[in-house]
C-alpha cells in the first residue's frame, strides 16, 4: 500500500499562497487517482481537489476552483497543491488521498491517506 506524507503548509496572511506537497513511496503510486481534502476544526471532512493517475483531468471543489491547483510528478511520487488568493475560510489541516479512479475521489473507498498537513490564513 502506498504511504503519503503531506508537507508545506504554514501561517500565511489573507491574499497570500502555499504549495502543499504529498509525497508518496511505494512504486504504485503512478497507478492511483489522488485528491486533496480538508478539515477545519469542528468541521467534516471536506474535498478540495483531484487528479487522474496520468494528470490528465483534474477537478476542483468550487470554493477553490480558479485559486487552487493540483498537479503531480510520477516521477517523484509526489503531488502538489499549489494555493493562492488564499482566504481565513481555507484553513484547515489538509491531506492527501488515494483512490483506484479519479471518478471515486469524492466519496470513496480510499486507499491510503496522509497524516495532514495543517494551513492557517490569517486576515
Known amino acids: 500500500q502506498v504511504q503519503l506524507v503531506e508537507s508545506g503548509g504554514g501561517l500565511v496572511q489573507a491574499g497570500g499562497s502555499l504549495r502543499l506537497s504529498c509525497a508518496a513511496s511505494?512504486?504504485?503510486?503512478?497507478?492511483?487517482?489522488m485528491g486533496w481534502f480538508r478539515q477545519a476544526l469542528g468541521d467534516g471532512r471536506e474535498f478540495v481537489a483531484a487528479?487522474?493517475?496520468?494528470?490528465?483531468?483534474?477537478y476542483y471543489a468550487n470554493s477553490v476552483k480558479d485559486r487552487f491547483t493540483i498537479s503531480r510528478d510520477n516521477a517523484k511520487r509526489t503531488m502538489y497543491l499549489q494555493m493562492n488568493s488564499l482566504k481565513p475560510e481555507d484553513t484547515a489541516v489538509y491531506y492527501c488521498?488515494?483512490?483506484?479512479?479519479?471518478?471515486?475521489?469524492?466519496?470513496?473507498?480510499?486507499?491510503?491517506w496522509g497524516q495532514g498537513t495543517q494551513v492557517t490564513v490569517s486576515s
Open positions: 511505494g512504486r504504485t503510486f503512478s497507478r492511483y487517482a
Open positions: 487528479i487522474s493517475w496520468s494528470g490528465g483531468d483534474t
Open positions: 488521498a488515494t483512490a483506484s479512479t479519479i471518478a471515486i475521489m469524492q466519496t470513496g473507498p480510499f486507499g491510503s
